[in-house]
Nanobody, 119 residues
Framework: QVQLVKSGGDLVQPGGSLRLSCVVS????????AGWFRQAPGQERDLVAS????????YYLDSVKGRFTISRDNAKNTVYLQMNRLKPEDTADYYC????????????WGQGTQVTVSS
């Protein structure tokens, strides 16, 4: 199961920050990859960031590089997305997902949360 928790409200001014947390539990295997996705109205769902099971490798969408940071604490079964210097174009519904089979297929999804960046 995947549960997403925000550190603050879903309305943020441009240049502001938000942290999303995703708690993952119930997997049979000890290792899993994780990713953060977002989908803006009328647009396709994009992979924003991903992280391998150990945290040694990360991927970022070009538009968020240098601003977003994905991390994980396996002892707490938690994956984080720190979003800094937010822009209006970051406005979207955000989802966390887990890949327990390490195949690139994200088969477990959190409930999603709306993030709006506007003044």
């Amino acid at each position: 199961q995947v549960q997403l928790v925000k550190s603050g409200g879903d309305l943020v001014q441009p240049g502001g920050s938000l942290r999303l947390s995703c708690v993952v539990s119930g997997f049979t295997l000890d290792y899993y990859a994780a990713g953060w996705f977002r989908q803006a109205p009328g647009q396709e769902r994009d992979l924003v960031a991903s992280i391998n099971w150990s945290g040694s490798y990360t991927y970022y969408l070009d538009s968020v590089k240098g601003r977003f940071t994905i991390s994980r604490d396996n002892a707490k079964n938690t994956v984080y997305l720190q979003m800094n210097r937010l822009k209006p174009e970051d406005t979207a519904d955000y989802y966390c997902a887990a890949d327990p089979n390490l195949t690139g297929a994200y088969v477990y999804w959190g409930q999603g949360t709306q993030v709006t960046v506007s003044s």
